[in-house]
């Protein structure tokens, strides 16, 4: 240890007074002990250290006695070893110049020798054992310091002093000046950061939101609440039986109107969909985002062939394929969709500058037109093809239908947020907004289209207000996340927001807590991002974390799902057919995860397990249409969730398959717990994107082709040479 911590340690330990004091300075001397000078250090005042410093020199302290770096004896008194490190490098260069003068002292032992024995001399025996010695050496090195004056004492090292205490960092032969360094905020080693909280943990916020009103009903009746409802068996057939009673009562009548309201918005919220999937229609690429329209008559899905496919769900429960349209000169893959409030027209948008506008009428073939977005200047739009070549670089993220269907707002990797008037065909408004990619887009009300809300890979949600963007700046802005925001959506009143993000949590809003615009002047939020973490591959591990974000305006945080691999999809679920109750995510381990308001699970929906070798696996060394093997393992990453409005129905999008090579969207829904339906078709029907039953995915041979039937036909007749 230096010569300055030293005594500034032994300072410490001098003083029996822990609290409210002043430490003094160890005093330079010199003794007959031959200590040298040491620089006389000034006077630290414990009681000015700023809060989260001491909390930080707290969570070292205990690390350090929880590793054995310190010792605790059994009154807890801290033991701290003052020996300076560089002693046995002196040591060391003793014995190396007692080396060198081994020739010249032989000749003065044989003098020595001779006055021994002559009397001259008396020889003086030494009987203290090196055990003995080494003892009283450390008793002399050793300390002894409360806790609280072990983490002032850490306070004070700011870093460097810590270094030489503990041999934390720095190199061990290098001298350094002793001297006493500026004080400064003491950063917490990424070592000994904290671990995140735990998943599915009830929080306070959420659970007084569920007793508001605001996001469903609880059971105050049967005395159980959503938030407390086990997931025993007990459990389990207690909800079962509720939910067959109020039916009961529902068709006879039975109650007061008020109760008949109770009940009917509490059996919505408990028919939640089961793992195992009605159908699972089988795509041969990537599917990337699926939604239901706003009534829940149509539903469509996007893939990385560029198709997105239509179709009709008047009957939840039996869908019909009517439309697939192409996208003509896409890149990488469609990015995301957009239903017009009508219905009527449906945007897509790609690795590109260009959205696509399709027509959902299955009696109408046109191409869909190409909307411009870089285009400020109007005339951009063109049918049959984008005219304009594409803009090196410029990719759009997500896109959104205004409520009133004339303007569509899109995300963008420029950092910009634009919004595409559909008369006059042209971007009429560019905001630059974001130090990063902007991930996802939407409107904070359906009657207000002036109120956009963006979210970015430099991990903020921002909130843009038109009437008032002369200067460029945000109506507010909140901070929370620790790494990029993949997904926000607006629950459509004006006040919530829901977020998911790739610190692996999904986060709700309330807009009357976000932090006024200069709360981001500094860009103080991203030293909380990790620079060295990528979603796209591996993990997200517990030294990946850097801590709750100081400025979290949140209202509350769900952690449990994984948000990894893609820009995975979060929502809000509907009123008609959950009355609000929860929120929905997907995942990358293959599971649509449903939380309660207050971060608790609902339900958990294994896609994974549902769709498992759904397919047959390809012939050893086929390539996959993205020219590499296809992997021996079975995954799922459900990248987007539909419910739908009316009905305890959801289908979740995904990319599945060995290596994850496809796509699937699945559909499931309450079943009260059966695993078979008694009626056709059976449950876990395997369909093409057509709807069509598929027979290679059950491993059998392929249907003939209509001409083969043909043929096979003729050839049963005995006409087979009848061609003509």
Request: charged content about 30%; hydrophobic content about 25%.
């Amino acid at each position: 240890m230096s010569g300055g911590f030293s005594q500034y340690a032994a300072s410490l330990a001098e003083n029996d007074d822990d609290s409210d004091m002043q430490y003094e300075p160890a005093a330079t001397s010199n003794t007959e002990d031959d200590t040298t000078d040491v620089e006389i250090l000034e006077e630290f005042e414990g009681d000015e250290e700023d809060e989260s410093e001491y909390e930080d020199a707290v969570d070292i302290a205990e690390a350090l006695i929880e590793d054995g770096t310190v010792e605790e004896d059994e009154d807890g008194n801290i033991l701290l070893n003052l020996e300076d490190p560089d002693d046995e490098d002196e040591e060391d260069d003793d014995e190396d110049d007692d080396f060198e003068e081994e020739d010249g002292a032989d000749e003065d032992d044989e003098e020595d020798d001779n006055e021994a024995q002559n009397g001259e001399d008396e020889v003086v025996t030494d009987t203290t054992t090196p055990a003995v010695a080494a003892a009283e050496s450390q008793t002399r090195n050793t300390i002894q310091l409360t806790r609280e004056q072990l983490v002032q004492l850490i306070m004070r090292s700011n870093g460097g002093g810590l270094a030489q205490l503990f041999g934390l960092t720095g190199d061990d032969d290098e001298e350094e000046e002793e001297e006493v360094l500026p004080r400064r905020r003491f950063r917490r080693p990424q070592n000994l950061r904290p671990h995140p909280p735990k998943t599915f943990e009830p929080q306070p916020a959420g659970s007084a939101l569920m007793e508001s009103g605001l996001f469903g009903i609880n059971d105050h009746e049967n005395g159980l609440s959503k938030q407390t409802n086990s997931e025993t068996q007990e459990g389990q057939m207690r909800r079962r039986k509720k939910v067959a009673t109020r039916i009961m009562q529902r068709e006879l009548g039975l109650g007061s109107p008020g109760k008949e309201r109770s009940h009917n918005r509490l059996v919505s919220q408990e028919l939640l969909p089961s793992t195992k999937a009605d159908t699972i229609i089988n795509y041969d690429a990537r599917c990337y985002s699926g939604q239901f329209s706003e009534d829940g008559n149509f539903f469509f899905s996007c893939c990385q062939d560029f198709m997105v496919r239509m179709y009709d769900t008047s009957n939840p429960y039996s869908w019909r394929h009517y439309k697939t349209v192409p996208y003509m000169s896409g890149s990488w893959t469609i990015t995301d969709a957009t239903l017009s409030p009508d219905n009527k027209y449906l945007a897509a948008s790609t690795m590109t500058h260009i959205v696509a506008l399709a027509n959902t009428d299955p009696d109408t073939d046109s191409e869909p037109y190409f909307l411009d977005l870089s285009d400020m200047h109007g005339g951009g739009s063109a049918r049959g093809g984008p005219r304009q070549r594409h803009r090196s670089g410029f990719a759009t993220f997500s896109i959104r239908f205004s409520g009133d269907g004339t303007e569509i707002v899109a995300g963008t990797n420029s950092n910009s947020i634009f919004v595409y008037d559909l008369e006059s065909r042209k971007s009429i408004v560019q905001i630059n907004g974001h130090d990063d990619e902007v991930n996802a887009v939407c409107y904070g009300d359906k009657s207000a289209p002036h109120i956009l809300y963006s979210g970015s890979d430099d991990s903020t949600i921002k909130v843009w207000d038109r009437r008032s963007l002369g200067d460029g700046r945000p109506a507010g802005v909140m901070l929370g996340h620790t790494e990029g925001v993949t997904y926000i959506d607006s629950k459509g009143d004006g006040r919530y927001v829901l977020s998911n993000g790739k610190d692996q949590t999904m986060k709700l809003w309330d807009l009357r807590k976000m932090h006024d615009s200069s709360k981001a002047d500094d860009r103080s939020y991203r030293r909380y991002m990790n620079h060295d973490f990528d979603y796209r591959g591996g993990t997200f591990e517990d030294h990946d974390y850097t801590g709750p974000h100081e400025d979290d305006c949140s209202v509350v945080t769900y952690r449990g799902h994984k948000v990894m691999n893609t820009l995975i999809r979060c929502h809000f679920s509907p009123p008609g057919s959950t009355d609000s109750r929860y929120v929905y995510s997907g995942s990358a381990d293959g599971s649509v995860y449903i939380y309660n308001m207050d971060a608790t699970l609902a339900k958990k929906i294994d896609v994974l397990a549902a769709t498992r070798d759904s397919r047959p696996k390809p012939p050893h060394g086929q390539l996959s249409r993205f020219g590499w093997n296809h992997s021996t393992d079975w995954g799922t990453c459900i990248r987007d969730v539909a419910w739908h409005p009316t009905a305890p129905v959801i289908a979740a999008t995904s990319w599945n398959g060995y290596g994850k090579e496809w796509g699937t969207c699945t559909t499931h829904t309450w079943n009260d717990g059966v695993d078979e339906d008694e009626g056709e078709p059976k449950m876990g029907l395997r369909v093409n994107a057509k709807l069509q039953r598929d027979p290679t995915y059950y491993g059998e041979p392929p249907l003939p082709s209509a001409a083969g039937a043909r043929r096979a036909r003729r050839m049963y007749r005995g006409d087979d040479d009848d061609d003509q």
